[in-house]
């Protein structure tokens, strides 16, 4: 048991150090019909200190399960990990490197496939985001995207927050990114550290709220992109923001807008988003840094009371085996 607390420590830098790397698998989702052949990229290897990538499976009832390794630098496979598949995947050189292939696609190879590989300092594996393979003869169907100021108290707060929704897809799958445009500037991403991102998910549609902190003395355009099978389509509006902090005294609003809807949020068309869609999110979503720490926090806790718990297990075990005390009776 003293080896535990040590033990827990280990698991907690491997994980928090694999927090900062991660593989890249730039299709979300591919679609194929029976008997067409397929590929999955995997960028990001040169961050692996082992020469084999690991390519997992894993379907929607089943958990993960490894199916081979191919090495990064001749395209040799490794399939003795017992797959039951294994003999339908081989691997094929592309322009970015080995790729995992199926050359006759089945019904049955309908899953998500994830590369993986070693970092060293512990040997822990760090994994890309997964490719979903749909299997089916259903055509690929673009989404529908649109841009909303979002109904919400956030303004109220220092902040102004936009909808953007995507709707009326196949597959259903889709990534979210944000541009801005400070005036008449060039064009930049929206960085992590610039935005707060909820994302929510209906029937038929799938739907993104960006958070924007009011601390720019300027005003942006902001546009949505939705990256889908391999393409990305953009919003039909584009929004834009003033990030003037608001002022103390406001005047009255007009009756025909809420009293959280700023003017310079009303788009042209259309006027307002489906009532399903629009969320009335937290007065502040956390960031990932705040759930990174309460995480830490809470693991270190774990571990002190593993340290605990083995103290006192110890004494317990060093009072058992102390001196034994002889009772002798006279006769």
Known sequence: MLFLPAAALCCLCSALVAMAAELSQDHL??????????????GGTHQCDHPYVFWYQKKDTETFRLILDIDRSNGNID??????????????????????????????????????????GGWYLIFGSGTKLYVTDEQIVKPVVRVYPAASRAHLEGKSSLLCVASDMFPPLVRFSWKRQKDSGTEEDVTSADKKQLKLKQSGCT?????????????????????????????????????????TTSPSPSPSLPPSLPPSLIPSSPTSPPPSLIPAP???????????????????????????CCGLSLLMILRNKGPSTNCTHAD
Not at 29 to 42: A, D, E, K, N, P
Not at 237 to 245: A, D, G, N
Not at 282 to 308: D, E, G, N, R
């Open 29 to 42: 989702t591919l679609t194929r019909r029976v008997g067409q052949t397929v590929s999955f990229s995997c």
């Open 79 to 120: 399939k003795s990990y017992n797959h039951p598949q294994k003999d339908d995947f081989s691997a094929v050189n592309k322009e970015n490197g080995w790729e995992l292939q199926i050359k006759t696609v089945k019904l049955s190879h309908s899953a998500t496939y994830y590369c993986s590989c070693y970092k060293s």
């Open 207 to 247: 739907a993104t709220i960006l958070l924007i902190p009011q601390r720019e003395s300027s005003t942006y355009r902001y546009r949505c992109f939705v990256h889908h099978e391999g393409a990305t389509v953009e919003a039909q509006i584009k929004q834009e923001v003033s990030t003037l902090p608001p002022p």
């Open 282 to 308: 937290p007065a502040s979503a956390p960031s990932q840094y705040q759930v990174k720490l309460l995480c830490l926090m809470y693991t270190v806790l774990i571990v002190k009371s593993l340290v605990y």
